[in-house]
C-alpha cells in the first residue's frame, strides 16, 4: 500500500500545482478586480469626437484611475459621442462643473478620458452627465490645419482698416 | 485514370470509415464513464502516468518558452522604448496561444504516444480480449480511465506552463534586462482580462486540445494493427494527428474569441 500512497500523495500534489497555476493567472496576470464592474456609479458625457477611445479605457484624476469607460454611443439626433462612464463610488465628490477630455498616454499609447474637477459644491451622481468636454485630437485634422495656417501665413496679412 | 481515382476512392472511405469507427469508439466510452464513478482509484493511476510524469518536461519547456519571449520581445520593443509593456507581450502570447498549444503538443508527444503504445500492446499480448473473456469491459477498465484522467491533466498542465512561463519571462526581463518590475506586472494586468484571456485562452483551449488529444491517443492504439509495426505505426500517427488536429483547432478557437 506504500506505493499507492506515495502515487496518491504524487497527484494530490500535481492538482495542487496545477490550481495554483490557475490561480496565480487569475490574481498576478490578469485583473480580477476588473470582475465586479458594476459597483460604480454611471456618468455620461458628450464628445464632438472620441477619435480611438475605446471601452474599458481608463478614466483618470490627476493621473490617478478612478473608473473606466462603460459604454460609446452616438446620439443619432445630435451626431454627438455619447461615453457613459463608471466611476468607482469611492470617489463620490466630483462637482458637477468638472471638465472631461480624451488624452493619449505617450504618442503611441491607448487613449483615456481625463476629468479636470470643478468648482460648485454640488456634486455628481449616478446618471449625471458632464457639460464641459474636449474632444480627442485627430491627427489629421492637426495636420491639415497646420498646412492651412502655413499657406496663410505665406500671404502678407490682411490690411485692417 | 480510372486507377487513380479509384485510389482517390478508396483512400476517402477508408478516411470516413475510420472516422466512424473513431466517433462510435467515444460514444462507447462516454458510456463507460458511469461505471468509473465507482472506481475513481482507476483515474488516480493514470492521472499519475499522464500528469505528474510529463511535469518536468513541461515545466522545462515552460520556463524557456517564457525567457526566450522576455528576450525576444525585448530586443524588438527597446527600439521603441517600449520595454514596460513587455509583461504584456509576454503574458498575452502565453495565455492566449502558447501555453495551450504547446502544453498540448508536449503533451501528445510525452503521454498520448505512451498511451497508444500501452493500449496497442494491450492489444498485441489480447490483454483486451483475456478481459472480455472474464466479462471485464476494457472500455471501463481501461480506455476510460485512461481518457479521463487525461481530460483533467490538460488544462492543469496547461496552466503550469502559461505561469512558469510567465515566471521566466519575468526573470529574464526583470533581473536580467532591468525592466521595471512594477511596470511589468502592472501593465500586463491592465492588459489580460480574467474571462476573455485567461479562461477563453488557457482553460477553454486547453480543456479543448485535452479532449481530441486523448480521444486520439486511446483511438489509436484501440485500432492499432496488432503487431509490433502496427503499433510503431499507430504511436506515429497519434502525436502527428494531434499536433494537426490541435493547431487547426487553435486556429477555429482563436478566430472565434479572439478574432473579431
Redesign the interface.
Known amino acids: 500500500m506504500g506505493t499507492l500512497k506515495k502515487?496518491?500523495l504524487?497527484?494530490g500534489?500535481?492538482?495542487v500545482?496545477?490550481?495554483?497555476?490557475?490561480f496565480?493567472?487569475?490574481m498576478?496576470?490578469?485583473?480580477?478586480a476588473?470582475?465586479g464592474e458594476d459597483k460604480g456609479y454611471k456618468i455620461t458625457a458628450r464628445f464632438e469626437n472620441v477619435g480611438g477611445l475605446k471601452v474599458r479605457a481608463p478614466v483618470t484624476l490627476g493621473g490617478v484611475r478612478i473608473g473606466r469607460v462603460v459604454g460609446i454611443d452616438l446620439d443619432a439626433r445630435s451626431y454627438e459621442a455619447v461615453v457613459t462612464l463608471s466611476i468607482e463610488p469611492k470617489y463620490d465628490r466630483l462637482p458637477t462643473d468638472s471638465s472631461a477630455s480624451i488624452l493619449t498616454s505617450g504618442v503611441?499609447g491607448e487613449q483615456y478620458v481625463g476629468l479636470e474637477p470643478g468648482g460648485m459644491d454640488e456634486y455628481l451622481k449616478n446618471g449625471g452627465s458632464l457639460k464641459l468636454t474636449q474632444s480627442a485630437l485627430v491627427l489629421e485634422k492637426l495636420i491639415g490645419r497646420m498646412v492651412t495656417n502655413a499657406a496663410s501665413g505665406d500671404k502678407p496679412p490682411a490690411k485692417t482698416p | 485514370m480510372i486507377e487513380g481515382l479509384q485510389r482517390l476512392g478508396r483512400a476517402t472511405l477508408f478516411w470516413f470509415n475510420r472516422l466512424g469507427r473513431a466517433t462510435l469508439f467515444l460514444l462507447r466510452l462516454l458510456g463507460a464513464l458511469a461505471a468509473l464513478g465507482k472506481r475513481p482509484g482507476l483515474i488516480v493511476k493514470q492521472l499519475y502516468s499522464v500528469g505528474v510524469l510529463s511535469l518536468p518536461i513541461i515545466a522545462m519547456s515552460g520556463l524557456f518558452v517564457g525567457m526566450v519571449l522576455g528576450l525576444q520581445g525585448y530586443a524588438n520593443l527597446v527600439d521603441f522604448g517600449a520595454t514596460s509593456s513587455l509583461g504584456t507581450v509576454v503574458a498575452l502570447s502565453l495565455v492566449r496561444e502558447l501555453g495551450p498549444v504547446l502544453a498540448a503538443l508536449l503533451y501528445a508527444a510525452r503521454a498520448g504516444s505512451a498511451l497508444t503504445a500501452e493500449i496497442g500492446l494491450m492489444k498485441v499480448t489480447e490483454q483486451l480480449a483475456a478481459m472480455q473473456m472474464m466479462a471485464v469491459d476494457p472500455f471501463a477498465r481501461v480506455f476510460a480511465p485512461r481518457f479521463v484522467a487525461g481530460v483533467i491533466a490538460m488544462p492543469l498542465l496547461a496552466g503550469i506552463f502559461t505561469a512558469i512561463g510567465i515566471l521566466g519571462g519575468y526573470f529574464v526581463a526583470v533581473q536580467q534586462l532591468g525592466v521595471d518590475s512594477g511596470a511589468f506586472w502592472s501593465q500586463m494586468q491592465a492588459a489580460v482580462r480574467l474571462v476573455d484571456d485567461v479562461v477563453n485562452g488557457v482553460v477553454v483551449k486547453s480543456a479543448v486540445f485535452g479532449w481530441v488529444a486523448n480521444w486520439i491517443a486511446v483511438f489509436e492504439g484501440y485500432d492499432a494493427i496488432p503487431t509490433s509495426e502496427g503499433i510503431s505505426l499507430a504511436t506515429t500517427r497519434t502525436v502527428v494527428n494531434t499536433a494537426l488536429v490541435v493547431l487547426a483547432l487553435d486556429f477555429v478557437l482563436t478566430a472565434i474569441f479572439f478574432g473579431a
Open positions: 502515487l496518491e504524487a497527484v500534489v500535481f492538482v500545482l496545477g490550481l495554483a497555476a490557475f496565480m493567472l487569475a498576478k496576470v490578469s485583473n480580477i476588473d470582475l503611441l
